[in-house]
């Protein structure tokens, strides 16, 4: 069957610039993850739904990320005003469990370049 | 956050030859996860551990978790070209899950 995927694989934009990154889970799964990988580094955790439910955003490096999973399936992770240090490959997991998520499948990420 | 150390940062071996890796935190986990990532994909899982001393095999790959539950390894045996990637451990508190920063396997044929 179809695994996580992630829209656009690729973006670049120019410091200052607003960016929406797409993350389609599988079919029925419960939990949705968002990570931070920066060139060289082990993803970061960024923020947690389960549903609908955004259970932990303790992740997000400032107030200009904001994501949403408003049906509790697909979900967008916004950057508002993007910074160089923003450049990173962005990674989203689903899982199938409503509990502790241990089963992950990550989709192929998004590479964004601030320039 | 949470650091977990891995180590080696990168091994260059031949075919056939065994792999071991490991992954140290100064943190207690309640689980240890292994993950292999290749160029331009995300992460796939490759073996899930529960409990210390758990040691467990997906193939020709076995993980550990450590009595202490603050370090886990994963060796690779007989090693073959396809091996090649960075290797990640992930140990879960609460609801996150912390990276360490990779082992980088190359497999010379």
């Given amino acids: 069957g179809a695994g996580v995927s992630q829209s656009p694989r690729y973006k670049v934009a120019k410091r200052g610039q607003d960016v929406a990154l797409r993350c389609d889970p599988i079919s029925g799964h419960v939990s949705l993850f968002w990570y931070q990988q920066a060139l060289g580094q082990g993803p970061e955790f960024l923020t947690y739904f389960q549903n609908e439910a955004q259970l932990d955003k303790s992740g997000l490096p400032s107030d200009r990320f904001f994501a949403e999973r408003p049906e509790g399936s697909v979900s967008t992770l916004k950057i508002q005003r993007t910074q160089q240090e923003d450049s990173a490959v962005y990674l989203c997991a689903s899982s199938l469990a409503g509990a502790v998520p241990y089963e992950q499948y990550f989709g192929p990420g998004t590479r964004l370049t601030v320039t | ?109």
């Fill in chain 2, 1 to 109: 956050g949470q650091q977990l150390n891995q180590s080696p940062q990168s091994m260059f071996i031949q075919e056939g030859e065994d792999v071991s890796m490991n992954c140290t935190s100064s943190s207690i986990f309640n689980t240890w996860l292994w993950y292999k990532q290749e160029p331009g994909e995300g992460p796939v899982l490759l073996i899930a551990l529960y409990k210390a001393g758990e040691l467990t095999s997906n193939g020709r790959l076995t993980a550990q978790f450590g009595i202490t539950r603050k370090d886990s390894f994963l060796n690779i045996s007989a090693s073959i070209p396809s091996d090649v990637g960075i290797y990640f451990c992930a140990g879960l508190a609460g609801n996150q899950f912390y990276f360490g920063t990779g082992t980088s396997l190359t497999v010379i044929p």
